[in-house]
């Protein structure tokens, strides 16, 4: 059954913005950290956000509220990601997922799945970003969306040029290209052509 309670993690106000279900202000010491490491990432204090969020995710774990875990765990990835500690964002993300995976949250799921993405791409490891992307572009397809597919599509050609793959990136390109011809987008259509054109002549 899919939870009702799980917060979107890529929401503007996860947690009800520090509010409990009655309402109230939440007096909660764990829910503070969360909602001050919150404040610290905003203003660009990465370390001191991330000792929080590190804070109320063992909070939450004492709780054992696993919306709280999640939030603090994708909280904390993205301090680790700005902070270039790209191997433990990545486990903080993968933490995050399991727990979106088993609620079927699949807004969050999506969300995390480029994150991890990126934490591959930035550890050099290019096939395991690469299965990430398939998976992501699938899922585009199977739901239709075009905007989606192209920045997608996008970042695997970049992928693709790191891994050598050249006329695998063309072909992304020209993809592309014919997905922005289709939606009358002539002169995005364009320069894709015009980028895989460039590419193959290299």
């Given amino acids: 059954m899919v939870s009702e309670s799980i917060q979107p993690l890529s929401s503007l106000a996860p947690l009800d913005e520090g509010k409990n279900s009655k309402g109230n202000e939440v007096d909660d010491p764990v829910r503070q950290d969360y909602m001050k490491g919150r404040e610290q990432y905003t203003a660009g204090d990465f370390t001191a956000a991330a000792l929080s969020f590190h804070n109320a995710l063992k909070g939450f774990e004492e709780q054992g509220d696993e919306q709280g875990i999640a939030n603090a765990s994708d909280r904390l990835g993205d301090a680790c990601m700005e902070k270039e500690e790209y191997a ?6 993968k933490r995050a997922f399991a727990i979106c995976e088993k609620e079927e949250d699949s807004f969050s799921t999506l969300s995390l799945n480029k994150k991890m993405a990126a934490s591959h ?11 990430i992307l398939q998976d992501i572009l699938e899922h585009y397809f199977l739901t239709k969306n075009p905007k989606g597919s192209v920045d997608i599509l996008t970042v695997m ?6 891994q050598g793959e050249i006329d695998a990136a063309v072909d992304a390109y020209r993809t592309v290209s014919s997905i922005h011809a289709v939606f009358k987008h002539k002169r995005l259509a364009e320069e894709f052509a015009a980028r895989a054109e460039a590419l193959a002549q290299e």
């Fill in 88 to 93: 433990m964002a990545l486990e903080n993300y």
């Fill in 121 to 131: 791409r930035k550890l050099g490891q290019l096939d395991e970003a690469m299965a």
């Fill in 157 to 162: 050609a970049e992928v693709f040029i790191q």
